[in-house]
Structure formats: structure tokens, C-alpha cells
């Protein structure tokens, strides 16, 4: 898949940034990942995390989506595919 452009892997599924969900809380089937670095790039933000394994993942995001979850390095966050059976919560802050 590399020539599609940047990969990740999560658990043993190879993922594209852009189908990967963050989540503000755990979830059945998500992956915990700290969040190393987050780039503002116009409408959209890229996200690099490092999975409890120390792999590295790259998520792209929506600027919505990262308000709404107020991604900060250092956080603690949960990833799952977009195309797992885990379906993503309100994306808003935990209270």
C-alpha cells in the first residue's frame, strides 16, 4: 500500500492516515497511542502518535475533529480504523 502514499499499521491491518478515528476515551477494540506532535496545516491536521508498542502513526484530521478533541502532545488518546468494527462515540470531550 506504500505507493498509495504514508501507511500505518494497526493491529496487523495497514491503514492511510485519513481512515483512522481518534478518540478522546477508550473504546472496545482501540488502540491507546500518545500523541507526539500535532501540524496545523490549513483545513486539515496531522496528527503523529506513538502506539504503547512504540510504533509510530500518523492520523489525519479535520480541524473540527481536532477542536473538538483538543489534541495536545503528551495526551493520552485511542485509535481505531475507520473500516473495524469500532465506531467512534461523540467526538466531543469527555466531561
Known amino acids: 500500500m506504500g505507493f498509495l502514499g504514508p501507511v500505518s499499521r494497526l493491529d ?5 492516515p485519513h481512515d483512522l478515528i481518534v478518540l478522546d476515551r477508550p473504546e ?10 500535532v501540524v496545523h496545516l ?7 502518535l506513538v ?3 512504540g510504533d509510530e502513526v500518523n492520523v ?3 480541524r473540527t ?12 488518546v485511542w485509535l481505531a480504523s475507520a473500516n473495524a468494527s ?10
Open 12 to 16: 496487523g491491518e495497514l491503514v492511510r
Open 65 to 76: 475533529e481536532a477542536d473538538a478533541l483538543e489534541l495536545k502532545a503528551g495526551e493520552i
Open 51 to 53: 502506539l504503547a508498542a
Open 28 to 37: 472496545d477494540g482501540a488502540a491507546e497511542a500518545m500523541v507526539a506532535r
Open 86 to 95: 469500532a465506531t467512534p462515540r461523540d467526538l466531543e470531550p469527555a466531561a
Open 42 to 48: 490549513g483545513f486539515e491536521v496531522r496528527a503523529e
Open 60 to 62: 489525519q484530521l479535520t
